[in-house]
């Protein structure tokens, strides 16, 4: 079906008066998240501060009535048999809504407002959520189809970050992308982008990440880019990223580079394979190269706060060493965090890796540590770190 350019500008018309005394909102680009918590209580974030607008519904009905507009709009449903609903709005926006009798206090819309230009490595940088030591770093990681691990808590920045590495691919690799809501912009031309799909108003239909993965696998990627993992995928991943699919990336929600293997055990448990817990951790030790581990400090501030290597199995504990680390340098007279993000000094084991293929090391990283490949020390092989929790607090 072809829609004409008046229908598709009536339609936008259409949704943009759907969102009623929320219109102004979602035309702003200065917000990155438009929040309703009740009639009067609509917050909203802009640059990293939660802020309450003066924007009001009437009443609960009011509220109500945008909601299923918006949803209806993009042809789902919400009612009290179905009181939850996740979906994409037209511009690319998220949203979620919960209503009554779930949300015991009337209902709750959330819309992560599509940015329509994703932040570039540049923008990181100029931010201070990673320097351009640690930011050369990961380009040459990529590059040597190192398999990446973004961990991170909501809205921290994880997809943000996945889209930069993911735009690190050459253009000459085939990319399959799977996600839950279709948010990655990958400048390449060959990209082929799946999507799950919820149940339709039947409860039936529904199309999950798991499968996708499994399908992504069917069609000669290069590479592999999950949005999210988050259940039974994560076995699919760490099989694909162990079998050929090397370079591929993903992230996961949790709040440390240990957590988030932790976590990846667990989901492999959630997919229903029976394996023995030393069994998952040799698949994770195995499959993943590299984690990268963003966190939101108090300030609202987006920061990587670690950059760590996955060296492989001691005992039954998968060790793992930390390249890059933040660290806290105080705060300025406005209560903006000053921080930076160090090496280590740990040689990262990627490394040869990086210079067999003779891809260019940022100066800080081969000053520290120079090739020694042809030298006798290169057969010496690094003693592992002490195994053990490397959990980190914040703040
Ligand atoms: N380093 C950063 N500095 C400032 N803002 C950022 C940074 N990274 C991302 N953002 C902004 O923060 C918001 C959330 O980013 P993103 O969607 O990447 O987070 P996420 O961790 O994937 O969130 P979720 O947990 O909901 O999937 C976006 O509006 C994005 O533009
Ligand atoms: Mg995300």
Excluded: W
Excluded at 267 to 275: A, D, F, P, R
């Amino acid at each position: 079906m072809v829609m004409s350019q008046a229908e598709a500008a009536s339609d936008q018309e259409g949704y943009l008066q759907a969102l009623g005394p929320l219109r102004v909102l979602v035309e702003d680009d200065n917000l990155t998240e438009i929040m309703v918590v009740g009639p009067d209580m609509v917050y909203v974030e802009s640059h990293g501060r939660i802020l309450l607008t003066d924007v009001r519904f009437k009443d609960q009905e009011h509220l109500l009535k945008v909601i299923d507009l918006i949803v209806s709009a993009v042809g789902r449903r919400i009612d009290t048999r179905q009181p939850l609903c996740d979906a994409r709005l037209l511009d690319g926006s998220r949203v979620n809504a919960v209503v009554p009798p779930v949300a015991i206090d009337g209902p709750i819309l959330t819309i992560r407002k599509f940015a329509k230009e994703r932040l570039r490595i540049t923008d990181l940088i100029h931010f201070g959520t990673i320097t351009e030591a640690a930011a050369s770093f990961l380009q040459a990681s990529v590059l040597a189809r190192a398999n990446i691990l973004i961990s991170g808590g909501t809205g921290a920045g994880k997809t943000t970050l996945l889209n930069i590495c993911s735009g690190f691919i050459p253009p000459d690799e085939r990319i399959v992308t799977v996600e839950d809501a279709a948010e990655l912009q990958l400048h390449q031309e060959h990209v082929c982008r799946l999507e799950s799909r919820p149940p339709d108003v039947r409860g039936e239909g529904r199309i999950g990440i798991r499968e996708l993965v499994i399908n992504a696998l069917r069609m000669r990627p290069d590479r592999i880019v999950v949005g999210e993992v988050r259940g039974g995928e994560a076995l699919d991943m760490l099989q694909a990223m162990n079998t050929g699919h090397d370079g591929s990336m993903t992230t996961v929600h949790a709040n440390s580079p240990r957590d988030s293997l932790s976590r990846l055990e667990t989901q492999v448990l959630m997919g229903g394979i029976e394996l023995p817990s030393k069994a998952i951790r040799q698949q994770i030790a195995s499959a993943i190269n590299i984690v990268v581990q963003l966190n939101r400090l108090r300030d609202g501030s987006r920061r990587i706060t670690a950059i760590s290597e996955v060296v492989g199995m001691e005992g039954e504990t998968i060790s793992m060493q930390d390249i890059f680390l933040m660290k806290a340098e105080g705060a300025d007279g406005q209560g903006n965090l000053k921080t930076t993000l160090e090496l280590t000094g740990v040689r990262p084991q990627i490394l040869d890796r990086l210079f067999d293929m003779g891809l260019p090391l940022p100066p800080e990283i081969s000053r520290l540590f120079p090739d020694r490949r042809g030298d006798q020390v290169a057969a010496v092989r690094l003693p592992t770190p002490p195994a053990g929790p490397l959990q980190r607090r914040l703040g």
